[in-house]
C-alpha cells in the first residue's frame, strides 16, 4: 500500500493526493509548483512580497517605485501614508499568477498561499485586491493561511469566480475552523478543503508558546474528522506538518485524509528558490539548530534554524520598499524594536534591535531560514557527494518518493556525477 493506491477528488476531478505547501517568500516557486501539477498534484505558489518577486522574476520596478514614493517618510516611525498602489498590486499578482498557470501541462493544479497576516497597511482592499486578481488571472484554488478572517469570504463575494474557484482554509484547531464554518454558511460558501497544520510544519505556526509543544497533528486531524462528522459536513480534509515518508502519508491517507500537505522534504529540491547554498545549511541542520521563536513581527510564532542571518538584523526598517506588514494604521513590531534599540545604542553606534526581526527584508533575502521540524532528517532524503556537499534532489525525485515508498523506506535520488 502506498500513496498511490489513493487519489483527491475535488471539484469533479481528481489529483495525486500530495499537495506541496505554499512556502514565502518565494521559496515554492513556480518551477516548483509546476511540477507537482506536471505530476499530477498541487502546487502552491504564494502571493508573499508579490511585487517584490515580480521585480526579480520579470524586471518590473514596483518596489523602487515606491520606495522612491515614500523615501522622505524613511526616518519617520509613523508609516501610516505609505499605502500600496492598488491598480499595481492587482497587476502584479495578475503577472505572477498568470506566469505560473499559463505553463500548466499535467492534470494537477496550482494554488496559491494567501496569508491574510500580511495586511499592508490596508487589510481588507489589499486582500481583495490579492485575491481577485489571482482569480482573474486564472488560479486554481486559494489556500487562506496565517490570520484566518471571517470577513474575507465577504470580500470577494462578488466576484464571478467566487463559487468556481477552489477555497481552502488552514487550521490548526477545531475551535478556529468551527468559527469560520459558521460565516461561510451563513455566505453559502463552505471551503472546498481543509488543511489542518500541525505543531511540526515550518514558516508560521497556529499554535501559542504554551501548547505547540503539547499539540500533535494525528490528534487535531483525528478530531476535525470527528467534528465535520457530526456537523454532517462532507468536506475533505487535509493533514501537514512532519509527514516525512511516503508511509506517513498513507497511513493518514487510510485514516480518512483525502490528501496531504508537504513542504519541507521540497526545501531542497532544485526547483525551489532558496539559494543553493542555504539548501545545504538545511540538509546539514541536526535537531539542535532548529527553533521556534518570536521573532516574526505578525505575533505569530515560527520555526527556524538559529543560524537564520535575519536572526541578526539590526537594520533599519524598510517599509518604504516593502512593508507588506505594516497594520493599518501603518505600524509593525519590528519598528517600534528598531527603535527602542536605536535610542538605547551602545558607545560605538551599534543597535542590535533584539526581539523582532525585518521579516519583510530577511524573507526578500532570502536570509530567513524558516523549515519544518523534519528539516533534521534531510539527509536521509539525499546522497553526499564526493566533495562533501549534498546532492539536491528533483521536485519529481521527492514527489515519487512520497507515491511510491512503503514501509518508512526513502528512495534517494539517483547519483548525480559531479562534472
Ligand atoms: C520553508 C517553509 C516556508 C513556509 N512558508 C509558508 C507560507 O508562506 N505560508 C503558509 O501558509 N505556510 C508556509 N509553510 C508551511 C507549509 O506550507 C506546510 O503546510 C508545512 O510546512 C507542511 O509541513 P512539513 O514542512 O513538515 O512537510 C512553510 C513551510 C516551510 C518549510
Redesign the pocket.
Known sequence: MNVNNFRFKLGGKEFVPIMI????VN?STSELALSAERLGGIG?I?D?EVMYVCDTMFGTNYTAERRKLYIENGSNRDKSIEQFDLVQLAEAQKRFVAHTVNKKTGNGAIFM?C?EKLTMNNSSATLKVRLEAAMDAGIDGI?L??GLNLRTLDLISDHERFRDVKLGI?ISSVRALGIFLKRAVRLERLPDYI?V?GP?????LGFGPDDWQTQNLRDIFIETLDFLKKENLDIPVIP?????TGTDATEYLQMGASAV?????F?IAKEAGLPKDVKQHYINAGDDDIEVNTASPTGYLMRMLKQSPTLQYGMRPNCEALGYLLDNSGKCAYIDDFYASFESRSADGKTNAKGHTCLCIGMARYDCW?????TSRLKETTNRLPDGSWQLPSAEDIFHDYLLSENHSIRLPEIEKLP
Do not use: K
Open positions: 505547501g505554499g512556502m514565502g521559496i502552491h504564494s508573499a498561499n496569508m489556500t493561511a496565517a488552514i488543511v497544520e511540526l510544519a515550518g514558516g508560521h501537514a506538518g512532519g509527514i516525512f500537505q508537504v513542504a519541507t522534504r526545501t524558516t523549515c519544518g521540524q523534519t
